[in-house]
C-alpha cells in the first residue's frame, strides 16, 4: 500500500513540473492558419569565412544548408513548428523548433533577426531557424 502511494506522489509531482515547463516556452503570438530575454549562450560574434544570405530572396534561390541571417516579421503561424517570414524582399517558410525559441514570445510587430540554414526539397525551399534574437 505505501509503494502505491509513494508511486501516485511522484506521477503526480512529475506531472506538474512537465505542465510548468511547457507553459515557459514561448513562441509566436498572432494570426494562425492552422490551429523578452534570450536564454544566455555564449559564442563567437564576428566575421565568418561562410558567405550568409541576408535576405529572403536570396534564400529563395540558395542552395541546400546555405547560411542566413534574416531580419524581418514572422506574419503567420502555418502549423505547429511552422510559421511565414517576412523581410523587406518577399515571404517565406520558416521552421522553429519549440527548444529555439528560448522563452521569448513575439507578434507580427515585433522585428526579429532569424539564423538558420536553406532546407531545399525537390519544388520548396524553407529556413530551418537554429535562434531566433529581438532586431534592434
Same mark, same amino acid.
Given at each position: 500500500?505505501?509503494?502505491?502511494?509513494?508511486?501516485?506522489?511522484?506521477?503526480?509531482?512529475?506531472?506538474?513540473?512537465? *505542465?510548468?515547463?511547457?507553459? +515557459? %516556452? &514561448? @513562441? #509566436?503570438? $498572432? !494570426?494562425?492558419?492552422? *490551429?523578452?530575454?534570450?536564454? +544566455? %549562450? &555564449? @559564442? #563567437?560574434? $564576428? !566575421?565568418?569565412?561562410?558567405?550568409?544570405?541576408?535576405?529572403?530572396?536570396?534564400?529563395?534561390?540558395?542552395?541546400?544548408?546555405?547560411?542566413?541571417?534574416?531580419?524581418?516579421?514572422?506574419?503567420?503561424?502555418?502549423?505547429?513548428?511552422?510559421?511565414?517570414?517576412?523581410?523587406?524582399?518577399?515571404?517565406?517558410?520558416?521552421?522553429?523548433?519549440?527548444?529555439?525559441?528560448?522563452?521569448?514570445?513575439?507578434?507580427?510587430?515585433?522585428?526579429?533577426?532569424?539564423?538558420?540554414?536553406?532546407?531545399?526539397?525537390?519544388?520548396?525551399?524553407?529556413?530551418?531557424?537554429?535562434?531566433?534574437?529581438?532586431?534592434?
Amino acid at each position: 500500500m505505501k509503494k502505491l502511494l509513494v508511486a501516485s506522489v511522484l506521477v503526480f509531482s512529475s506531472m506538474s513540473v512537465m *505542465a510548468a515547463q511547457q507553459s +515557459n %516556452q &514561448g @513562441g #509566436f503570438s $498572432g !494570426p494562425q492558419e492552422a *490551429a523578452p530575454l534570450a536564454q +544566455n %549562450q &555564449g @559564442g #563567437f560574434n $564576428g !566575421p565568418s569565412a561562410i558567405p550568409v544570405l541576408n535576405t529572403v530572396k536570396a534564400a529563395s534561390q540558395a542552395d541546400d544548408n546555405a547560411a542566413v541571417e534574416l531580419t524581418g516579421h514572422i506574419i503567420s503561424s502555418i502549423g505547429k513548428e511552422d510559421y511565414m517570414f517576412k523581410d523587406a524582399t518577399g515571404e517565406m517558410k520558416i521552421e522553429i523548433d519549440h527548444k529555439d525559441w528560448h522563452g521569448m514570445t513575439v507578434t507580427p510587430a515585433t522585428k526579429i533577426i532569424i539564423r538558420g540554414e536553406v532546407d531545399k526539397d525537390w519544388t520548396v525551399r524553407t529556413i530551418d531557424v537554429d535562434s531566433v534574437t529581438l532586431a534592434k
